[in-house]
């Protein structure tokens, strides 16, 4: 790339809107070009640059009038971005790549699905086979068998109410301090 001195200006470059543009033009890359066609070159450069301004001056006037409209209407920045949105989403999923998206993924759903049930039921088979084996069933009994021991038949409690629910000679009568009476007394 070609370095440039401070302060000057690289010839192919285009001055800011507002610059004047007609008196930044360097002689040196006009050579090539007659003093009549560099003063038409200059007018039309001027016209163009008023024509810029007017038409940026006639956009930012649009714009004012566009938002007192909306403003008018009810129509906030946050309502036209959720209807900009809807729409966006709209064509979005009436788009073909996004069909054929979602066609890929149902049937991708759809396998997944199918190896995941192949892989429960192989799952469910090994731990049958696994119960059916001698060891399984022996390791079974042993924990029967001690199920049965520390658990006993009947509990002291179970006997007692079955004690007091089977009728007897004499009724049985619960005094509040805790103690029974065999017989109430006769007079």
């Known amino acids: 790339m070609e ?4 302060g000057s200006q690289r010839p192919d470059s285009i001055p800011e809107v507002g ?3 007609a008196s930044s033009v360097q002689p040196a890359s006009s050579t090539a070009l007659t ?3 560099q003063e038409e070159l200059r007018s039309e450069l001027v016209k163009v640059e008023e ?3 007017t038409l940026t ?5 649009k714009e004012r009038h566009l938002a007192e409209i909306k403003r008018k209407l009810g129509i906030t920045p946050f309502n036209e971005l959720k209807q900009n949105l809807s729409k966006s989403w709209q064509e979005v999923t009436t788009s073909t790549a996004y069909k054929r ?3 890929t993924l149902s049937q991708a759903g759809q396998k997944a ?3 995941f049930s192949s892989v429960g039921s192989a799952i469910t088979k090994k731990l049958e086979d696994v119960r059916n084996t001698p060891t399984f069933k022996s390791f079974e009994d042993k924990v029967e068998s001690l199920r049965t021991k520390v658990s006993p038949t009947a509990s002291s409690t179970e006997l007692e109410i079955e004690s007091e629910s089977t009728p007897s000679a004499e009724p049985v009568v619960k005094q509040p301090d805790g103690t029974a009476d065999l017989a ?3 007079h």
Do not use: M, R
């Open 35 to 37: 003093e009549e066609e």
């Open 19 to 21: 610059e004047d543009a």
């Open 113 to 115: 699905t199918a190896a």
């Open 184 to 186: 109430p007394e006769s």
């Open 51 to 53: 024509e810029i301004q």
């Open 101 to 103: 998206t979602s066609e």
């Open 3 to 6: 370095e440039y001195e401070e």
């Open 57 to 61: 001056q006639v956009l930012a006037s």
